[in-house]
């Protein structure tokens, strides 16, 4: 019986440390956002974004017009998140930002 639990509690941090080591290595893509004026706004992107397949979540602040889109997927194209952005609105526009693209350059360099 104090075997079974202790193989149980060993058991179970490893499935503790595989999934902080897979939410760890979660791709994330910063966003300038521009367009948005209110928390309904904020909203529409925040829903577009996340309807794009392979995207986990999206995290959109209105305030600072930006967005972390944290993906489930690594093929996911920055393209196709701003093209979700585009597709809301006229007024809607979105592109990497500026530190996310220095770090993608550097990384594309290194390898």
Not at 23 to 42: E, I, P, R, S, W
Not at 45 to 63: M, Q, Y
């Amino acid at each position: 019986m104090k075997s079974t639990r202790i193989g149980l509690a060993v058991l179970a941090a490893v499935f503790f440390m595989i999934g902080a080591a897979v939410a760890g290595d979660a791709k994330q893509v910063k966003l300038d956002v521009k367009g948005m004026m209110c928390d309904h706004c904020q909203g529409k992107v925040k829903s577009s974004l996340e309807k794009v397949a392979g995207v986990k979540n999206a995290d959109v602040d209105w305030n600072s017009g930006s967005a972390v889109v944290t993906l489930d997927k690594a093929d996911v194209k920055d393209e196709d998140l701003i093209k979700a952005v585009k597709s809301i609105g006229n007024r809607y526009d979105a592109k990497v930002a500026s530190d996310e693209k220095e770090h993608k350059e550097n990384k594309a360099k290194h390898h």
